[in-house]
């Protein structure tokens, strides 16, 4: 398991080494110049010409990447070209919030899907299994930017149960150590923001969670169906197992594998689901900030980004299959 | 594992299941437990976040929305005006030559970290942008200075309270680029704390103090109570980023905030109709054009933004032979119906343009006569052009709303259909933006949708700027119909260094009338500026330079 763990952190080199380059190439191939950007409409040649040779963009791309590289293996991502900020620090900002996002939205898809797919495995062709099928069906083809809007109207306008976007209400006193604001309103006690916090959590993780919630209890239901036929079932119930003890001990473990599968694949998606969701609840997160840094052919900042989403993909997909080993012993990696 | 373990198990589930539904329900329920508020704090959402608070290094207005909080000028813009009126300069000096200005301080002004405002911040703040050598020049692009202070040649310190700028040639427009944003007064001392970082710890002279800047989600600000012309009424004033035109919205709707930019027009019935809203509509300065390309380029070898003897004039890449011709040019003119434009691509919130400067600026020619709509006299003019059965061209159309075109795709294909009428058949082109711009500035289109926001409410900025021969430069130009009219850019020359306003005026409408004859654009129309705010807010105006002061503002 370590030797596999090891293995697993070494394959993460080449990976990261290949998405930059593709990234690199890519977003320099794009049509469109940072520079131009920058200074708008009233730009002279020379401030133009002294701008792309400040950040090294007169350069050839292998010379540029290679500097990018080296600059890395330092530590050190570069500037925005248009923030002049670190670009580490303009990603350190947001990531917490879009991992907070991701957190509690994944956190919803699981809850309402393993539960809905259950008990629609459970009950198959009730009247409850067709509703929550229809129901994920409807999940899956909702477009996020309008779900995000229909639960602003409703829960906020409305019904002015909930915040309408942001992370927290602005007049509360808040004290920033972690980024992560759960994790910071805990640490500093502090109540009131940490109900202000997980309030401007909900609609937005609905939101973003629909979808997962939607794939996760389809995935479970056709996974429990599959087990409930297997034979060690039958031997269960023939063994005089009462049904929710066939279920709940013995059916669900065996039908996770798949889900979890699910799970995790979903986690590295909802990153970039984000980018739909924070734009419409004003979330500060690496969605949007990735987006605007496409549009302003902001180079280091695009490549930065897209360091930080592959290392998260890679690492929750080892995740992922460590867990596997967790839930199913057949499953080891020696 | 025994019954015992699935028995917690589903005891665990079935807990955490209730208690994420009580979570739910009980925060849903209750309203956040807000201290009760005695401060007045205005919330106000912006479509972006700022690039920079550093006032000389910026060129968006989401950053010069909150740089005009905390810093000054050493003159200012009058309330709701681009006239100019004493800031942190009390008075000053022009030589009769023109080239020489001498201000004077105003004595007990106080930057935000305690320092005293003196000639020593003004020199300062000018030097680290125009001298290289000056040691925080290598901390900004200062992307304005080239473009509308290169004619400052140095500014230097008299006394502790006089300073003297001296300009390489006459500039009747540089008064006004003095209250602009760019050379607002930063205080020395903290940009020797900061360095490289002092774009995002700024301090300046302004009514609000900055506080904290959370990026893409809000900068606040807090009343200085120091400031020279007295504390503000407002405690603090937030600047929250909400990107979503509908999610603005839906939060002032909500009361999450008290103010909000850029409204859809589509949602201005629904505004008027709320009675806790109100709506501000102010003239903007801005012009949306169509420019056919005449042709005349020229490389500006040496660099000084004029055309000389030894520049050559070539050939855009986009030459294209009818719009050489007059005729041509005014027949597009006839052709293209803008008041039905204004009316339902602009939703009614501007204002048919018939020059190429918004109406209330100084020299505006209202003696034009716009060119009606009438398809008829367009066939005729093409048809003594030579071109009776039309022609075919691209059409090139910019690829995103700007304050002065607020949907140039559905504007683009309505001008297709008018011109089709008159048998010119266009085919519509579109690219990124910032390749678009690169390549209108590089003369590669026939013809294009363009515009122009003002920078400083001078004329010059308007008219030399987008219509003078000197800025067809091949890749930078401002001139994108690539005009040449030298008779039109002797008279903008002139025009820049006469300081006498109404000879100054004379000269910019004996331009326009020129330029109405030569017909090288279509001035569609001046967009307004638009802006919301909750009842309760009092004393906001909107400013034809589209800055926000939120001094004189009060909340109730």
Redesign the interface.
Same mark, same amino acid.
Request: hydrophobic share 40%; net charge positive; no cysteine.
């Given at each position: 398991m370590k030797w596999y763990i090891i293995k697993r952190l070494l394959q993460i080199i080449p990976v990261i080494l290949g998405v930059t380059l593709i990234a690199f190439a890519l977003i320099h191939l794009?049509?469109?110049?940072?520079v131009?950007?920058?200074?708008?409409?009233?730009?002279?040649?020379?401030?133009?010409d002294d +701008?792309r040779a400040k950040y090294g963009l007169d350069q050839p791309l292998y010379v540029q990447y290679f500097i990018w590289l080296s600059d890395v293996l330092q530590g050190d991502l570069g500037r925005s070209i248009?923030?002049?900020?670190q670009v580490t620090t303009?990603i350190g900002?947001?990531f917490p919030n879009t991992i907070e996002l991701a957190i509690a939205a994944m956190l919803f898809a699981i809850?309402i899907g393993v539960?809905a797919g259950i008990i629609s495995a459970t009950k198959q062709y009730s009247v409850a299994d067709y509703s929550v099928m229809g129901l994920a069906l409807f999940g899956i083809s909702m477009p996020v930017f309008w779900l995000g809007?229909m639960l602003?109207?409703i829960? &906020?306008?409305f019904l002015?149960?909930?915040? +309408?976007? &942001?992370?927290i209400?602005?007049?509360?006193p808040f004290q920033?150590l972690t980024g992560f604001m759960v994790i910071d309103s805990i640490i500093t006690l502090n109540?009131?923001a940490l109900?202000?916090v997980?309030?401007h959590l909900?609609l937005p993780a609905i939101a973003l969670g629909t979808i997962p919630m939607a794939i996760i209890a389809r995935t479970t239901r056709s996974s429990m169906l599959e087990v409930l036929r297997q034979d060690f079932i039958r031997t269960e119930r023939a063994k005089g197992l009462s049904e929710?003890?066939v279920i709940?001990?013995h059916a669900i473990r065996n039908a996770m594998v798949p889900v979890v599968t699910v799970i995790g694949l979903n986690f590295g998606l909802l990153l970039s689901g984000a980018i739909l969701t924070e734009?419409?609840?004003?979330w500060? &997160?690496v969605g949007?900030?990735v987006v605007d840094a496409v549009?302003a052919?902001d180079y280091p900042l695009v490549i930065g980004c897209i360091l930080v989403f592959a290392l998260v993909f890679v690492i929750v997909n080892l995740i992922t299959d460590i867990l596997y080993t967790f839930i199913d012993p057949r499953i080891h990696y020696d | 594992m025994g019954s015992v373990n699935a028995k917690n198990m589903k005891a665990g589930v079935l807990a955490t299941i209730v208690c994420g539904i009580l979570l739910i329900v009980s925060l849903s329920g209750c309203t956040d437990n807000t201290p009760p508020v005695t401060e007045k704090v205005l919330i106000f959402a912006c479509a972006g976040d700022a690039d920079k608070l550093d006032p000389a290094d910026v060129t968006d207005g989401e950053s010069t929305a909150r740089t005009d909080s905390i810093f000054e000028g050493l003159v200012e813009y009058k309330e709701g005006s681009a006239e100019i009126q004493p800031c942190l300069a009390t008075s000053w000096i022009i030589t009769p030559d023109g080239k020489n200005m001498t201000f004077t301080l105003r004595q007990g002004v106080k930057f935000h970290d305690g320092t005293d405002f003196n000639a020593d911040a003004v020199v300062f703040s000018f030097e680290r942008q125009y001298n290289t050598s000056h040691p925080y020049n290598q901390y900004g692009e200062w992307a304005y200075w080239g473009y509308m202070f290169s004619d400052i040649q140095k500014v230097e310190k008299i006394d502790n309270y006089t300073v003297k700028i001296v300009l390489s040639r006459p500039n009747a427009a540089i008064m006004t680029s003095l209250a602009m944003f760019t050379v607002a007064i930063v205080s020395p001392t903290n940009a020797e704390t900061w360095k490289e970082d002092a774009f995002k710890n700024p301090v300046g002279t302004g009514p609000f103090k900055f506080v904290e800047w959370i990026k893409d989600d809000h900068i606040t600000v807090e009343a200085f109570d120091d400031y020279w012309r007295g504390a503000p009424k407002l405690d603090k004033v937030i600047y929250r980023v909400i990107t979503d035109p509908s999610a603005r919205l839906l939060a002032i709707q909500a009361g999450e905030i008290h103010g909000m930019e850029y409204p859809d027009p589509a949602s201005f019935d629904a505004i008027e109709a709320d009675a806790d809203l109100k709506l501000l509509t102010a003239p903007g300065m801005n012009v949306g054009y169509l420019a056919m390309n005449n042709g005349y380029g020229y490389n500006d070898t040496n660099h000084n933004g004029m055309h000389d003897q030894d520049e050559a004039w070539v050939k855009t890449p986009g030459y294209f032979e009818p719009f050489t011709n007059k005729s041509v040019r005014q027949a597009v003119n006839y052709a293209i119906n803008k008041t039905s434009i204004v009316e339902n691509l602009y939703k009614g919130t501007a204002i048919v343009a018939k020059n190429g400067m918004p109406p209330f600026m100084l020299g505006w020619n209202d003696a034009i006569v716009d060119y009606p709509y009438d398809p008829e006299r367009a066939r005729e003019l093409l048809t003594e052009a030579g071109y009776a059965n039309g022609f075919n061209t691209t059409f090139w159309v910019m690829p995103v709303s700007r304050p002065y075109m607020f949907d140039p795709s559905k504007i683009g294909e309505a001008i297709q259909a008018y011109l089709e009428a008159v048998n010119i058949s266009v085919e519509i082109y579109q690219i990124d933006w910032s390749t678009y711009l690169a390549k209108t500035q590089a003369g590669e289109h026939p013809m294009c949708l363009l515009g122009w926001t003002g920078d400083n409410g001078d004329p010059d900025n308007f008219m030399n700027v987008l219509y003078g021969a000197n800025q067809c430069t091949l890749g930078t130009a401002g001139n994108v119909a690539f005009y040449n009219n030298t008779e039109v850019q002797d008279l903008l020359s002139q025009a820049l260094q006469t300081y006498d306003v109404d000879e100054r005026a004379r000269l910019y409408e004996e331009a326009q009338v020129l330029i109405n004859e030569d017909a090288p654009f279509v001035y569609l129309a001046h967009a307004n500026q638009n802006i919301i705010f909750t009842k309760n807010i009092q004393g906001f105006v909107l400013n034809p330079t589209a800055r926000y002061f939120f001094y004189p503002v009060d909340m109730t």
């Open positions: 794009a049509p469109g110049d940072p131009r950007t920058m200074l708008g409409q009233h730009a002279t040649q020379m401030e133009i +701008i248009l923030s002049h900020e303009e900002s947001r809850l539960v809007i602003m109207m829960f &906020g306008v002015g149960w909930l915040p +309408i976007g &942001g992370r209400d602005l007049l509360l920033r109540g009131a109900i202000s997980l309030r909900i929710r003890k709940y001990k734009t419409v609840f004003s500060p &997160g949007r900030l549009y052919r | -």
